[in-house]
């Protein structure tokens, strides 16, 4: 399964557990392409000094090599062309 950041600027970017969702999911509700690479590594996003203080700005999704080996996904970070609400609202749908 593919795991879904809702990340936010800063040194800390996710809080909370990601949500585990199958990376077809993520490619028709969220419009994720292999062109959209984001990282290898979601340590750190640059902000302001306020980061701390917002809310998640951008959808990050992160691909092992297992769930992305079947379509050549390389692993790493993805960062999802959608909002944060948008995002939120696609896959309340697809959660248990």
């Keep these: 399964m593919a795991k ?14 990601p949500l585990e969702v199958a990376l077809s999911v993520c490619v028709d509700l969220l419009g994720l392409s292999k ?5 290898s590594d979601r340590r ?7 980061a ?5 700005r951008s959808v ?3 691909v092992d090599e297992d769930e992305g ?4 996904w390389k ?8 909002s944060v609400s948008e995002a939120r609202r696609a896959l309340a749908a697809v959660q248990v």
């Design 44 to 50: 750190r996003l640059p902000g302001t000094r306020m």
């Design 69 to 72: 080996r079947p379509g050549r």
């Design 4 to 17: 879904v950041h809702y990340v936010r600027e800063g040194d800390d970017p996710t809080s909370g557990e």
């Design 35 to 39: 062109g959209n690479p984001f990282s």
């Design 75 to 82: 692993p790493g970070f993805y960062i999802a062309p959608i």
């Design 60 to 62: 990050v999704v992160e």
């Design 52 to 56: 701390a203080f917002t809310g998640p």
